[in-house]
């Protein structure tokens, strides 16, 4: 295949179908919360008495959802897959930014594959086509220990928040390849990226592939 926007077309109803099942998992049950004085055992028993069936059944749906967690990463991690090969086949980027943060820049050899993705808005101060490079990798291995360096340090600036401005440190778990709670991250990329319809991902796709 040798048109972007025919790719597009022709990926059209797969991606669609994609992000109805994602929609579909992604309806995750309201949760109940206590707001009362904690300390106030009466006030709580009677909150818990008033509210007992709507949290046996947000419960219910909760347990739900963590078990098809991983079913909504496996579809997430398609869509990086087919976003992933049609910024592979079809991106012109030759430039590698002098922008990128320096571990990441210093990864990324002249001609290289990875330059390829070196391209679109920037999300964490990369741009988007490596955090696709870096989530479809992560969801084709399903093993940190199988990822090479850089896209390694794409999921450590993830995790370490660089879109936050204030002081503060912390890492996020949802990106941190060290969490052993998570083995497929597909569906915390695409959250990043804020594909969660169509609409967007066809936005951010056309800006990386299509060629004005």
Known sequence: MTD?????KQTESAVVKLFEGIDSYLKIPKVIIYMGDVEDNDA???????????LQSSLKSQ?????????LAIMCGSLLQIAAMGIQLFSKNENISEELPDNVRSLIK?????????????????????????????????DAYALNDLNKIIF???AENYDNDTEEFFKDPAFDLEN????????NITAILGWRNYELYYSDMKSL????
């Open 156 to 158: 450590k600036h993830l």
């Open 4 to 8: 972007s926007e025919k790719y597009l």
């Open 180 to 187: 052993r709670l998570l083995t497929n991250f597909s569906s």
């Open 209 to 212: 592939i299509v060629s004005v």
């Open 63 to 71: 347990k739900e959802f963590s078990a098809e967690s991983f079913a």
């Open 110 to 142: 002249p001609k290289s594959k990875p330059v390829k993705f070196c391209t679109g808005r920037l999300v964490s101060k990369l741009p988007i086509g490596l955090i696709i490079y870096a989530g479809r990798n992560q969801y084709n291995h399903m």
């Open 44 to 54: 709580w028993q009677d909150w818990l008495n008033k509210n007992r069936f709507s």
